[in-house]
């Protein structure tokens, strides 16, 4: 008998980070992740996450949000529908719901999970199997001091868990921000490659005038420099630089990919989760990239072990990323809601194994870190 959809409940856990965590737009102390825990009539249970940064500062959807829509919108469309038809559950939430692709991200990763312990499948398997079990991370230098971040750059290299480095700007007036990348890839040398994500803070005259610069001091990546919506204006910085662009904020989904592509973009796109609604969504825009010849770069709205599973299992499924990726998220909490943490060695993370996501909750932390109003 088909198992149905019995219920889906949501949880907002709140877990500190071990550091100020600092971007153009806020400065996080704390991650919020909605956890969602759905059950089906065959007693299994599917986990998924849904997570943004600072609140309503990167985007238009809050934990809240989050929370409050699943609650009185979508879950109520999947409740009592058969499990394990997860073409026609997208279908149908996109039929009836617009946007909140956060929030049917998380609840796409849950059906994903349960579904996969249902088969005894990871979930890697159910999208066609992985073909990298060990995938590149890098890690953000955000602490907004100079001298505190090469120090952590030399850390993880020494640890050998990061070999790749992405510096968070945008927040300072231009000349300072150039002048703090140019300091750390000077002491990096070429130890390690480092990139920066303006997170949207430039203008298009400015950011000429900054990726000038970081071009000539070395830095491999320029994420989102300009507006999400300035497309032609990003498409006109790829002509116009060495350095590649990647898009982050610009391309949320296949349709944005195909018009970024289309408009004569090249470089990379950042793929979320988060941003596509998904592990399908997510991996019909990966699929638009390599048409059109874009790199592929597994991104991050800093997830916690859910989340970051659920991604890793979509990354696993394609060629190796040109850009690797960035599923740190993890490693900047102080504590985790799982029994099992992922492994993270060797400049990377192992893809975790077993059905499903490969994640157990740990019920005492999750009751611990759970917001009780
Ligand atoms: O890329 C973003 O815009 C969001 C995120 C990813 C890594 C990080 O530090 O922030
Ligand atoms: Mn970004």
């Known amino acids: 008998m088909t198992p149905l959809i019995e219920s889906i409940e949501t949880l907002l856990v709140d877990l500190p980070t071990i550091r100020p965590h600092k971007l153009s737009m806020?400065?996080?102390a704390c991650?919020?992740?909605?956890?969602?825990?759905?059950r089906d009539s065959d007693g299994i249970e599917g986990l998924g996450e849904g997570t943004t940064i600072g609140g309503l500062a990167y985007g238009p959807e809050s934990p809240e949000s989050i929370k409050r829509n699943i609650d009185s919108y979508l879950a109520p469309l999947l409740i009592g529908q058969p499990a394990d038809s997860l073409n026609a559950l997208r279908a149908r939430l996109a039929r009836h719901t617009r946007g909140n692709m956060i929030a049917k991200s998380a609840l796409e990763t849950a059906l994903l999970d349960a579904q996969g312990k249902r088969l005894g499948l990871p979930v890697a398997a159910l999208l066609g199997g992985a073909r990298q079990a060990h995938l590149p991370v890098l890690w953000t230098l955000a602490s907004g001091d100079t001298a505190r971040d090469i120090d952590e750059a030399f850390q993880r290299l020494e640890d050998r868990r990061h070999c790749d480095f992405k510096l968070k700007i945008g927040a300072n007036p231009v000349d300072r921000d150039v002048a703090h990348v140019a300091a750390i890839k000077e002491a990096l040398g070429d130890r390690a490659g480092v990139r920066v994500d303006v997170n949207q803070a430039w203008d298009e005259a400015t950011a000429v005038r900054g990726i000038a610069a970081l071009q000539e001091a070395g830095i491999a990546l320029i994420e989102q420099a300009i507006p999400a919506r300035e497309h032609a204006g990003l498409i006109r910085l790829a002509h116009r630089f060495r350095v590649p662009m990647l898009a982050d904020e610009a391309?949320?989904?296949?349709?944005?990919?195909?018009?970024?592509?289309a408009g004569g973009f090249s470089g990379a796109f950042a793929l979320k989760i988060a941003k596509s609604g998904g592990l399908h969504g997510v991996l019909e825009?990966?699929?638009v990239a390599q048409a059109a010849g874009i790199g592929l770069y597994g991104g991050t709205l800093l997830e916690g072990t859910i989340g970051t599973a659920a991604s890793l299992h979509a990354w696993a499924t394609l060629p190796e990323l040109a850009w690797g990726t960035e599923m740190f998220g993890p490693l900047l909490l102080e504590d985790d809601i799982v029994e099992t943490p992922l492994r993270y060695h060797d400049f990377g993370v192992e893809?975790?194994?077993?059905?499903?996501?490969?994640?157990?909750?740990?019920?005492?932390?999750?009751?611990?870190?759970?917001?009780k109003s």
Request: glycine share 8%; no cysteine; proline share 4%.
């Open 285 to 287: 825009l990966a699929h």
């Open 351 to 371: 893809l975790p194994t077993g059905p499903g996501l490969g994640v157990r909750l740990d019920e005492d932390k999750l009751a611990h870190y759970s917001r």
């Open 251 to 261: 391309v949320q989904d296949a349709r944005d990919g195909f018009d970024l592509a």
């Open 31 to 38: 991650q919020t992740m909605v956890i969602v825990r759905l």
């Open 26 to 28: 806020t400065t996080m």
